[in-house]
């Protein structure tokens, strides 16, 4: 186990714990591991000394933590004992520059101020990994998730470094895809999913208008009431700090190759191809093969890394550099989530 002394080691450091104390940061306050030699994420920081507030030494810290989240893609903070959402909430504004509120993309409640709880996806089934909101023109730079209660079984949130993702999939359809992008038609209001009043927050045509023109996104009402939006966005982005490339996209999420063939067969029996809630193509409107999606799931699964949730821990994600999912489950699973640092691909 490596340790180390944490940073601006000249000068003492409050530190709150049920009462005020003082602590010298030359003290050795923290842990650093891993899970294994050859597993470059999630890096593990755990407390090397007792009534350690690590909100209070993540915000003197803020460059260290950086740091290794770029080196690192993922940091699981492990053994501090963040298990409500206001000490969740004050851990993500300890580390981050700000937290910013949901924007209705997808079903979520809200637990306390900027928290809120995980996707609403059937527990018996496997989210697929993907970048957060990488099919918007705006996404989070970093994610937050916290673990209120681990379920019972499964449920773990598997993460996979998408700088390796880039690397490892074969190279003719890398480049097919840096070249072409990729193109997400989505369908709301067509009674499946949410509809475009709930995820664009507002009942005005005028203001959905007004967003998508802002962030270029095609749209064309329909005779029934509901929207169309077609977006095309880039499958490749350099890290805005480190310029590295990293495989940014969620066809995967989209592409109805990848869902199982009973979810599959009932959308192609109750929907239009045009009319479906959601699926994706190249950037020049030309079919993304059932071949290629499948290969690609078949590199995010072998470089997935799987962890199981305690109470407590808390993991983040530098959204560029690390894709997430979520496991099957059984039992009640209580997960907070937080997310930070809204950019867009124009300043990647």
Not at 105 to 126: I, L, M, N, Q
Not at 296 to 312: D, S, T
Request: net charge neutral; with cysteine; hydrophobic share 35%.
């Amino acid at each position: 186990m490596k340790q180390i002394k944490t940073i601006n080691s000249n000068s003492p450091q409050k530190l709150h714990k049920g009462g005020r104390k003082y602590i010298n940061l030359e003290t050795e306050l923290i842990k650093l591991d891993s899970f294994g030699d050859e597993q470059t994420l999630p890096l593990i920081i755990k407390p090397s000394v007792s009534d350690i507030d690590i909100a209070d030494w993540a915000e003197a810290n803020r460059e260290f933590v950086y740091t290794n989240l770029i080196k690192h893609g993922a940091i699981l903070f492990k053994g501090f004992n963040i298990t409500t959402a206001a000490a969740f909430e004050r851990f993500g504004l300890a580390v981050c520059s700000q937290l910013f509120n949901e924007n209705g993309e997808h079903t979520r409640e809200t637990v306390t101020g900027k928290v809120y709880t995980p996707v609403s996806y059937p527990a018996d089934s496997k989210l697929l990994w993907h970048n957060e909101n990488s099919f918007n023109y705006r996404w989070p730079a970093k994610i937050l998730f916290g673990c209120r209660q681990p379920a019972e079984q499964g449920g773990e949130t598997p993460i996979v470094d998408s700088r390796k993702v880039f690397q490892f999939i074969e190279p003719k359809i890398r480049e097919q895809f840096a070249e072409k992008q990729v193109m997400y038609v989505r369908n709301y209001g067509s009674g499946l999913g949410l509809d475009w009043q709930t995820v664009f927050q507002t009942k005005s045509r005028a203001d959905v208008e007004k967003f998508c023109q802002n962030n270029l996104i095609n749209f064309e009402w329909k005779n029934d009431g509901g929207l169309r939006t077609i977006s095309i966005r880039p499958a490749v982005i350099k890290h805005p700090q480190t310029g590295e490339l990293s495989w940014f996209n969620q066809a995967q999420h989209w592409h109805l190759a990848c869902l199982d063939t009973q979810t599959r067969e009932s959308l192609l029996s109750s929907f239009k191809t045009e009319d479906l809630p959601r699926n994706c193509f190249y950037g020049d409107g030309t079919p993304i093969e059932d071949s290629t999606m499948v290969d690609i799931c078949g590199v995010y699964q072998r470089l997935e890394v799987c962890f199981p949730w305690e109470r407590g821990d808390v993991l983040l994600l530098d959204n560029v550099l690390t894709a997430h999912g979520r496991n099957p489950y059984v039992g009640e699973r209580k997960l907070f989530v937080a997310m930070s640092e809204l950019i867009s691909f124009s300043q990647t």
